[in-house]
């Protein structure tokens, strides 16, 4: 079976430009995470879909993140613009449900210039 | 508020036990869990262990759970060079499945 999937793996973009994560959860896992790593730091939670329903962004900064989950399967993760400060790995996470194993995925680094 | 915290670096020799540690300060933790972060890789789920519990053993791992001083460590007997890696404790507590990390503890294994 196959894992979380996420593209691109690496990402590298000038400040003030767009950029966007894509996320692929295991089959049949209905919650989906999106979480931020920074540099010698544990990873902290960004977004939380159930189904296709965010039931907790409070920790997504609005004015330039967005996230959806459309059809409660692939998810996107977008930043716009990106600042220097993004520079992060962004993981993305899935499980079959509220309080299960969450699996990650490799995750996906960005650096902005 | 929901705080872990890990000591950042652990070096030991390769069969010797290496002992990783752990505190936190939310009494309502219900599961405590502990991943590892290879180079490059995502996290993968170690071990956990529910918050009733005092100890859990999985092969050669160990985890010891003191829930009146809120400490959580890991054991890993006959440390392996392949054991070298970012080992993450986390906790979840109450309704929500919201996982918060510790910073990492990165176990360097020697020969």
């Known amino acids: 079976e196959a894992g979380v999937v996420q593209s691109p793996r690496y990402k590298i973009i000038e400040k003030k430009q767009p950029v966007a994560f894509w996320c692929n959860p295991i089959?049949?896992?209905?919650?989906l995470y999106w979480y931020l790593q920074n540099l010698g730091q544990g990873p902290e939670l960004l977004i939380r879909?159930?189904?296709?329903?965010?039931?907790?962004d409070s920790q997504l900064p609005k004015d330039r993140f967005s996230a959806e989950r459309l059809k409660g399967v692939d998810s996107t993760l977008k930043i716009q613009p990106a600042e220097l400060g993004d520079s992060a790995v962004y993981l993305c996470?899935?499980?079959?449900?509220?309080?299960?194993?969450?699996?990650f995925g490799p995750g996906t680094r960005l650096t902005v210039l | 508020g929901e705080d872990v915290e890990q000591s950042l670096f652990l070096s030991v020799r390769e069969g010797d036990s290496s002992v990783i540690n752990c505190t936190y300060t939310?009494?309502?933790?219900?599961?405590l869990y502990w991943y590892k972060q290879e180079p490059g890789a995502g996290l993968q789920l170690l071990t956990y262990?529910?918050?009733?519990?005092d100890m859990k053993q999985d092969q050669r791992l160990t985890v010891l759970l003191n829930k009146k001083d809120k400490h959580l460590s890991l054991r890993i007997a006959d440390t392996q060079t392949g054991d070298s890696a970012i080992y993450f404790c986390?906790?979840?507590?109450?309704?929500?499945?919201?996982?918060?990390f510790g910073t990492g503890t990165r176990l360097q294994v020697t020969l």
């Open positions: 986390a906790e979840i507590t109450g309704t929500a499945s919201k996982l918060t």
């Open positions: 996470a899935s499980s079959p449900g509220l309080r299960s194993e969450q699996f």
């Open positions: 089959s049949g896992h209905n919650t």
């Open positions: 262990i529910f918050s009733n519990m």
């Open positions: 939310d009494s309502s933790s219900t599961y």
């Open positions: 879909y159930e189904n296709e329903e965010a039931v907790d």
